[in-house]
């Protein structure tokens, strides 16, 4: 069946060696796979110790799984690491129908660990991955820990300013639309990777989302119902809520949360702080 993400076969390989240089930055050894699901053939990069405990991540938004290059290679020093290309989002995975509801993605996901035969892990997720994680273990119990990194929305309403960021990306598709959408989500004291940026703009050009459920801000009964321990880190520069300390503050009504500013970073803070961010998570995994 065709690959609706993206349907140009051309294109599509364009992507995937834009993808594959991107890899690279993991420099590690690593096992790559498919898994065949209801929606499509989802793409797993796997690595670290096969016989310890499994940690999942799930990407932001049309960065794909090589944005954790900066931390799977720590990580899987303790842990054995999955990196999932979520369905229907720019990455390797092959999407042959699109995903529509939460009760859909939340299959997807389980139709995933099933495979890996995973019922037990710590999930960790950033940006959209984050708010996946987020209301993936809130109908789950599989998750023993729980890691967001900047989970888009979920504890506040987006910035005003996103939207035009994004749409103009999305709909002209050109470069200087693309790159501003890019450099936006890191600190301005950072310098953004261009590796990742070369993949990034191959998606925006040639991908066409299939993952078609918005994210949303939980409200307090439904994070009451959280019950593995969560840790939450936001850059202090984040840029795509409407305000960091309502997303701190509302992450910390639960009482299983754990809230951490990060300095100096932005949405892009795996990769930003990557040392910072490492440490925290490792710290808070053990």
């Known amino acids: 069946m065709k690959n609706l993400t993206f349907p140009n076969s051309v294109k599509k390989e364009f992507y995937y060696k ?8 993991w420099n590690m050894e690593i096992d790559t796979f498919f898994i065949e699901t209801t929606f499509g053939k989802t793409h797993v990069i796997a690595c670290g110790p096969k016989d310890a405990q499994p940690v999942v991540l799930l990407h932001g938004m049309t960065v794909s799984s090589a944005m954790w290059f900066a931390n799977a290679p720590v990580w899987s020093q303790y842990y054995r690491v999955y990196a999932i290309d979520i369905m229907g989002d720019f990455g390797k995975s092959e999407c042959q129908r699109p995903i529509t509801t939460s009760s859909e993605l939340n299959s997807w996901l389980n139709e995933v660990l099933d495979a890996l035969k995973i019922d037990d892990m710590y999930l960790i997720g950033h ?6 994680a987020l209301q993936y ?8 820990k729980l890691v967001l990194l900047a989970p888009v929305m979920s504890f506040s309403s987006l910035n005003w300013k996103f939207p035009f960021k994004l749409l103009p990306a999305t709909l002209l598709r050109n470069s200087y639309s693309i790159r501003k959408l890019y450099n936006w989500m ?16 191959a998606g ?19 994070l009451s119902k959280l019950l593995p321990e969560t840790l939450v880190l936001i850059g202090k520069e984040e840029v795509v809520y409407s305000s960091v300390q309502q997303a701190v503050n509302r992450a910390e009504q639960s009482p299983k949360t754990t809230v951490q500013l990060i300095p100096d ?3 892009c803070l795996p990769a930003e702080q990557a040392e910072t961010v490492n440490k925290l998570v490792l710290q808070f995994l053990e």
């Open 186 to 201: 890191f600190a301005k004291q950072n310098t953004p990777n261009q590796l990742l940026y070369a993949q990034f703009l």
């Open 137 to 144: 273990t809130l109908q789950s119990e599989r998750v023993r």
């Open 204 to 222: 925006y050009k040639f991908g066409r989302i299939q993952l078609k459920v918005a994210p949303s801000v939980f409200n307090e009964t439904e």
């Open 18 to 25: 834009q993808y594959d240089e991107s890899l690279k930055q």
């Open 265 to 267: 970073s932005s949405h």
């Open 127 to 132: 940006s959209m991955g984050g708010w996946i």
